[in-house]
């Protein structure tokens, strides 16, 4: 974990240069990115050409975004649970010999629509493994404070490459035919595999067991589903993807069948998008800055339902391009502002498996869009599905005025590391369980309501980081007593649940204290639980105050 650095280097949208592992991963991944744009152009393309419906072509841009829909969970819970280092190496090592196949299988004519599918299915599932380690370690690169700089940087880089790349695919596409597309990407690879190979973090080391894969995606889930901001970041990510994807999925057939164009044509189209991102990169930390997350996302919608809207009615591809500039833009708005409200509203020890989720949300969207919006083109025509998409864009929006996303904070999510393991009357191993926690505080009449509120923000943590059965209770001959009551399953899980604890939850911890009007800090007891038949429970020894 790198520490952070002074508040004047914030302004700055260029400083996570200055970091050396984030400048040398940000360029290979600009050169594998790069390759990885001009496949989707020989991808889609070739698919125009093999396939039997509008239906197929749509499924080119689903089959990249399913994998990380159905694999994204998974690969969270391992980039949490492995060395993220060499899980991007695994997953880089595993789409260039993907990629080397795919290559084989088209220059020697064996493809299909059904074959060229199941390969950018694999070369995605790679991506899905890749993503949240490659995410997450964005946090392993930079200080905390340069977070949405680099993420910003990072939708820069892929976007550079996608205002020239897809156009340089087109050409190649044209002029070497869909083989030579999928060489170039093959041989982008390389480079990143090799600055990963390179890059040796220094990372603190847990001295608690790795949790099961079963147990690290359940402890994900439960954190993102006690966490209501990340909540709303989940619907909007999933409403944009739907309704977005769209433009993206049917840009072949309006090349092709709208504008009347070839590769080319649908490569400077895709190229205009790239430009827009650029552009919107360029100009996301000043906005984040100027205005309101809710403002920019709304932007966002309503500027991308203008580029679908332009897409439909527009007959030139010069007009279409010019709204895909906008489009672009948008696209970078939403899903970089979504990224980074994410990420900074996570703590390092989950952080993979809540990206993970935003992935599954966010391209799960795409995926359904894609599907959707491709039967509707098949039924009635590109430009009806892209109308159709447009008016869902403006509905996507206006979900805000339900669920409107948290203004930008900064919270200090590093772990707290005050819980030390208290001293035992028995001889616990780390699967004896299961242990029940009782606190007890001495509250006046008139802090009451004050501790009641507060409470229910420390049980929302409590069960959000691992406890079960919390609960809170008052005594009824001492009304000024009361309990906190909660259950975790083991012993290792109950050091697990406390070690989780970070200087943001501890703000909540400091006020209940300062309510709790006893002599003596509040009274903790430590218990596991035995089965009447083989004797009454077992108490614990009291011990140091929790988080």
Not at 125 to 145: I, K
Request: net charge positive; hydrophobic share 50%; proline share 5%.
């Amino acid at each position: 974990m790198i520490d952070d650095e002074p508040d004047s280097e914030r302004v700055s949208a260029l400083a996570p240069f200055r970091h050396g592992i984030f400048r040398a991963v940000w360029s290979a991944s600009l050169v594998s990115n790069f390759g990885g744009l001009i496949q989707g152009v020989g991808a889609a393309w070739m698919m125009t050409t093999i396939a039997t419906s509008s239906y197929q072509v749509a499924l080119v841009q689903a089959s990249t975004t399913l994998p990380i829909m159905l694999f994204a969970l998974v690969a969270g819970a391992i980039a949490d649970s492995f060395n993220r280092r060499k899980v991007m190496l695994v997953a880089q090592t595993f789409m260039l010999v993907v990629s080397v196949l795919l290559t084989v299988f088209t220059y020697l004519g064996l493809m299909t629509p059904w074959t060229l599918l199941a390969f950018t299915f694999l070369i995605d599932s790679g991506t899905a493994l890749n993503n949240p380690s490659w995410q997450a370690s964005v946090g392993d690169m930079v200080p905390r404070n340069k977070l949405p700089a680099a993420v910003a940087l990072n939708s820069l880089g892929f976007n550079l490459t996608r205002s020239v790349g897809p156009a340089i695919g087109g050409i190649i596409v044209a002029a070497a035919g869909a083989a030579a597309a999928f060489a170039a990407n093959a041989l982008s690879y390389v480079g990143l595999i090799v600055v990963l190979a390179r890059w040796k973090p220094e990372l603190p080391v847990s001295t608690l067991p790795r949790e099961s894969l079963g147990a690290a995606m359940g402890a994900g889930l439960r954190y993102v589903a006690m966490s209501p901001n990340i909540g709303k970041v989940l619907v909007r990510g999933s409403a944009f993807g739907f309704s977005a994807g769209a433009v993206l999925a049917l840009l072949p057939l309006v090349a092709r069948d709208v504008v009347k164009g070839d590769a080319l044509t649908y490569g400077i189209m895709l190229g205009a998008f790239g430009i827009g991102a650029v552009g919107g990169a360029l100009i996301s930390v000043r906005l984040r800055q100027l205005l309101s997350s809710e403002t920019m996302v709304r932007m966002a919608f309503a500027g991308f339902a203008l580029c679908a809207f332009n897409a439909a009615i527009s007959d030139h591809a010069w007009q279409t391009s010019l709204g895909l500039l906008v489009g672009g833009a948008c696209w970078v708005l939403a899903l970089s502002h979504f990224n980074v409200t994410v990420q900074m509203s996570t703590p390092r020890w989950v952080v993979g498996r809540v990206l993970s989720v935003y992935q599954t949300a966010t391209f799960g969207g795409i995926a359904l869009g894609s599907w959707i919006w491709g039967v509707v083109a098949d039924t009635h025509g590109a430009e009806t599905a892209l109308i159709a998409a447009s008016v869902a864009m403006l509905a996507g929006g206006a979900i805000g005025l339900l669920l409107p996303l948290p203004q930008h904070a900064v919270l200090n999510l590093d772990p707290l590391n005050r819980f030390k393991e208290p001293h035992l009357g028995l001889d616990l191993k780390p699967r004896s369980g299961p242990i029940a926690i009782m606190i007890e505080y001495i509250i006046r009449e008139e802090d009451v309501a004050e501790f009641l509120a507060t409470m229910a923000e420390r049980g929302r943590i409590r069960r959000r980081d691992g406890a079960r059965n919390w609960t809170l209770a008052r005594d009824l001959e001492n009304p000024s007593v009361w309990i906190e009551h909660y259950h975790t399953p083991t012993w290792l899980e109950y050091i697990r649940h406390n070690k989780r604890a970070t200087h943001a939850d501890a703000v909540v911890g400091e006020r209940i204290r300062a309510l709790h009007s006893g002599d003596e800090p509040p009274r903790v007891r430590r218990m596991i639980e035995r089965p009447t038949t083989a004797g009454t429970a077992l108490v614990m020894p009291k011990g140091p105050i929790e988080h």
